[in-house]
T-cell receptor, first 116, second 116 residues
Framework: DTEVTQTPKHLVMGMTNKKSLKCEQHMGHRAMYWYKQKAKKPPELMFVYSYEKLSINESVPSRFSPECPNSSLLNLHLHALQPEDSALYLC???????????????FGPGTRLTVL | AQSVTQPDIHITVSEGASLELRCNYSYGATPYLFWYVQSPGQGLQLLLKYFSGDTLVQGIKGFEAEFKRSQSSFNLRKPSVHWSDAAEYFCAVGETGAGNNRKLIWGLGTSLAVNP
């Protein structure tokens, strides 16, 4: 099983809402990632978790709050977002705890987020 | 600083024609090099990667890439394109060396259209 699943597929939220994105993998991977992707642009790294601990935070605004409850699950909590946060949010995982830049990353299909 | 350049923003080829997508990188050491593909509305999928060994790398879906150190290039090729190859293609280089915050550096992508 080489699948990363993400829910929901689409999300529309107002600027005062609180919502969460979920990501799950059952490949036994030790690193998990959140990316933000605007249309026709490469993915921008937001956060990296290694062994369920936050390893990289790319200076992401605090209105985005990641959580890794266990080695298979990754959440992204959203609060007080801005319209410019509308994007495709991708989750990925890779095998080794320290292979952020060397291991193959397996991506989920993403959550298309629209902030009104 | 490391960088990745994909000189072609958009390429159109006819079905059955050969394809070459260019990727140039700027990096002092031997890099980890990746090609990912993103079909419309999908996450990213690894086509192939290179770290060491044979400079001609075979990937999935009939793609191959050649690492040329002298040209700092890692161009992606396919001898005969299928309509289903229409997608966004991203080249990436993985940072190596000491430190815990190494990550992938992404090119801006090349959008491939295939004419029937």
């Amino acid at each position: 099983d080489t699948e990363v699943t993400q829910t929901p597929k689409h999300l529309v939220m107002g600027m005062t809402n609180k919502k969460s994105l979920k990501c799950e993998q059952h490949m036994g991977h030790r690193a998990m990632y959140w990316y933000k992707q605007k249309a026709k642009k490469p993915p921008e790294l937001m956060f990296v978790y290694s062994y369920e601990k936050l390893s990289i935070n790319e200076s992401v605004p605090s209105r985005f709050s990641p959580e890794c409850p266990n080695s298979s699950l990754l959440n992204l909590h959203l609060h007080a977002l801005q319209p410019e946060d509308s994007a495709l949010y991708l989750c990925a995982s890779s095998q080794r705890a320290s292979g952020f830049s060397t291991d193959t990353q397996y991506f989920g299909p993403g959550t298309r987020l629209t902030v009104l | 600083a490391q960088s990745v350049t994909q000189p072609d923003i958009h390429i159109t080829v006819s079905e059955g024609a050969s394809l070459e997508l260019r990727c140039n990188y700027s990096y002092g050491a031997t890099p980890y090099l990746f090609w990912y593909v993103q079909s419309p509305g999908q996450g990213l999928q690894l086509l192939l990667k290179y770290f060491s060994g044979d400079t001609l790398v075979q990937g999935i879906k009939g793609f191959e890439a050649e690492f040329k150190r002298s040209q700092s290039s890692f161009n992606l090729r396919k001898p005969s394109v299928h309509w289903s190859d229409a997608a966004e293609y991203f080249c990436a280089v993985g940072e190596t060396g000491a430190g815990n915050n190494r990550k992938l550096i992404w090119g801006l992508g090349t959008s491939l259209a295939v004419n029937p």
